[in-house]
């Protein structure tokens, strides 16, 4: 069976860990994983490990192993991973020995790579709550099954919660800012009326210093406060942001958002650690009693979902919590439970492994479009190459160069990619491409051009098997996914999706668009002759995000 894993990644083809897991689901060893996170919650997990010795068949597993611990840290961080294993058992001993090795446990930040780098986002997080770095601790066999869900609001159901939030922005002057990886949405309401909207390009990959990044933010929110007037203070801002972002303090550092600013800066942790002060910067914009409140741009995705779901004739649906993904520069992914909470955790979803195949896609450096590594640490195989922008480039240059070579030369002449150093690239200069040749690979599919249609259907397939991969790490109670970002503005691509995934299983892909728009705000964007929900919608959640702590 390994075997045929390891034929099938030389052949190009694809291994979902998921599919790899239930595959191995009878074998004869497992560990057990038990995290406590920064904020004093436990998880607990198996994982089930066949036993080889054949040394090729003997690294698969090993690499499987290591993807599922990687897959634990980026999704939850925590103060430390308890490992348990069964007395006498020197093969899963082994394994677990070489943990700290391979993630760098010892390490100094700036020297970690690959599984290593998980790792530093979570000893900044566990740094900002006062507790020591993260460690692995290995323990005889103990079986539990620990409270897998917070304490629920005695006070408010999530319903409730959502709906007061809504209520409290009928009285209030706010600012959402939804800030992704190419540009930043930004919207300023007055009791519930939309004063303005706007949108501003950025690329943050290619700054070198925090003032880069945190001085175009504060310009718009001064921008969207003179929309008010020069002397009108906010009652609150809300923002979506996209790194970790845990008890409103930005505590991850190590998206592609940030890999300008790290590679150039001679003390990251301390130019990075400006971050922290960016809800107090912001705060000089609110009146005295005003808020600023800050949450990653997934978790806002799901919570804006949640608010029109509460909203509307489906209210019962929040029960059960929302999870939400935005596709866009890289997978968004965010969840609000069935107690109205955004679970404090890193959730770097997008950072979680779902391929283990695919080995000619390695061979080429992130950067380069055929790649499947990731920008951030070059493990292969992370969703961050998968349902996102960077999957639409792969997957078309894939197929447009197998199959419609006409396609593939267009992307070439209309200077949407070129050649360098032996590899290929979007084009960034002397115009930035990247939204341009999504466009067009868009474009084609609507047209119903049949390899333009198959991307998004691969990168349908590639959100099943990252539902799939959520389903183990987090045990939502919730069974569909809300999408949003630049692929769902097209209908003919979010259909495309939809087929895709449900070739691998019967799972729900719901668009957040104009069909979910329930509240008096994002009514007000869907009746906006210019802009869509699909575009701002979540500005508009940012902006009940921040009347929700009022």
Known sequence: MIRDFIDKAKRGESLFICDVRDAFASADAAVDCVIETAVGETRHWTIPLPRSQDTQDAKFVRDYFHANIYNLISTFGGKYMSL?????????????NELDDVFQTAAPKVDRYGYGKCLNVTDRVNAAFGRPPFNFIIEPIQRMTPDLNPAKN????????????VKTAQNSKLCGLDIGGSDIKAICTSSSRIISLNEYDWNPTRMTKIEQMIEP????????????????????????????????????????????????SPNYETEFARLLELGD???????????????????????????????????AEVSKGVFAHTLGTELGTGWVDENGNIPQIPLEIYNCIIDMGNFPAREFEPFDLRSSRNFNTGIPGTMQKYASQSGAYRMALKHFST????????????????????????????????????????????????????VFRDIGRCLAATWRET???????????????????????LKLMQEGAREMLDVELEPGDDDLAFTPLMQALKADPTYTVAQFGQAVGAAHFAASCL
Do not use: W
């Open 403 to 454: 199959d419609a070579p006409q396609l593939y030369q267009e992307l070439y002449d209309e200077g949407f990619i070129e050649e360098k150093n032996g590899g290929v690239y979007v084009s960034l200069t002397p115009e930035d491409k990247r939204k341009a040749l999504l466009a067009y690979i868009m474009k084609q599919a609507d047209e119903g051009q049949p390899q333009a249609e198959l």
């Open 471 to 493: 389903e183990f790490l987090l045990c939502p109670q919730v069974k569909k996914r809300v999408l949003y970002g630049r692929f769902v503005k097209s209908r003919s691509c």
């Open 154 to 165: 005695p006070d408010l159901s999530a319903t409730t919660f959502y709906q007061k939030a």
């Open 84 to 96: 348990y294993i069964t007395p006498g058992d020197e093969f899963t001993k082994e394994l677990c």
């Open 217 to 264: 933010i504060i310009n718009i929110v001064k921008h969207m406060q003179a929309e008010l007037g020069e002397s009108v203070l906010f009652d609150g801002i809300g923002i979506g942001f996209p790194d970790v972002v845990i008890q409103n303090k930005i505590v991850g550092g190590e998206t592609l958002k940030t890999h300008g600013i790290r590679a150039a």
């Open 281 to 315: 910067m912001l705060r000089v914009h609110c009146k005295p009693m005003g808020k600023v409140n800050m949450t990653n741009d997934g978790s806002l995705a799901a919570y804006t979902a949640a608010v029109e779901l509460a909203h509307s004739d489906r209210s």
